[in-house]
């Protein structure tokens, strides 16, 4: 484009030959990391299930079997050791189309279960946090008293406090929900804490000092100054806690005896030696976290283009 506005011929054309060439580079990498994990995956299931493999065609008759006989048995097995790729791929699509949602063998209804779960936690959890970083950010000798129980609490195993959590809840008449949603809030309070106490605190001392200077309040130097530049912090945070209360959800669903959720999807796998299932579970709930934190990121963008800050 010249001086005067006028877009020369061909401009455009290198610009979307520059976003295609950018867009190029972020995703080869990935697919090449996809396609190795996969490589690796079937590799490793052709090694734990050969021993199985060779016993079945052993008593086949098959004493001395081909490589390629084993290969296909091992891949091919009903309770395989380790399921491949395409395996688990059969049982998400199965379990996730035989059956109406709502349906206790359909795998979208337990993620829809353990998706609620996280959401409530998340949302406990953020509040939790936030309200304890303002705490912190504003009183130091709160920070001093606060923070230490914090970190501390995080040094106690989930699958300890997990039963105790659900024990205590159900004697005073809570089930169902609230102890997953609290297992939950547990995990995903601490980063939300500390990202967001370090952003408030990130503040230029050079524009603290010009709010000072247009003797600013203290609720309007946190609103148009503090709060707007926590926010790269915050959600950065926010991503972690939301992976992290997925994971709280699936813990807190395996002691609650629950009819639906990816964690009693994992443990009636193990009960029954489904192995499929239980990476059918693992699989789903990694997805479920990945678009957890691309929605998270999402308001991110949204919030910070907003607020004016800088992501």
Known sequence: MTDLGITLPGT???????????RSANIVPVLTVAALVIAIWYLGAFILNSPQAIEQLNRQGIASPTTSQVLTEAFGQRRPVLPTPDQVLVEIVTSSTERPVGNVRNLLTHAIATAQSTLAGFVLGTILGMT?????????PLE???????????TV???????????????????????????????????VAIGMTKGLRSADPLHMDLMHSYDASPLQVFLKLRLPTSLPYLFAS????????????????????????????????SYYGQTTQIWA?????????????????LVERIAIGRSGGVR
Not at 12 to 22: F, K, M, S
Not at 132 to 140: D, E, K, S, T, V
Not at 241 to 268: H, K, N
């Open 238 to 269: 926010l991503k972690v806690a939301i992976a992290a209360a997925l994971v709280g959800a699936i813990v807190g669903e395996l002691p609650t005896g629950g009819q639906a959720g990816l964690g009693t999807r994992l443990l009636a796998g």
């Open 157 to 191: 195993p989930i699958l300890a406090i997990a039963p105790m959590v659900v024990v205590v809840l159900g004697n005073l008449g809570f089930t169902g929900l609230l102890p997953k949603a609290v297992i939950s809030m547990y995990l995903c309070f601490f980063p």
């Open 144 to 154: 001093r008293g606060v923070l230490p129980w914090i970190v501390a609490s995080q």
């Open 12 to 22: 455009g054309r290198r610009r979307l030959w520059r976003a295609a060439a950018d």
């Open 132 to 140: 304890l970083a303002i705490g912190m950010a504003a009183l130091r």
């Open 281 to 297: 579970a693992l699989i789903a709930a990694s997805v479920l976290s990945a678009l957890l934190v691309q929605a998270v990121a």
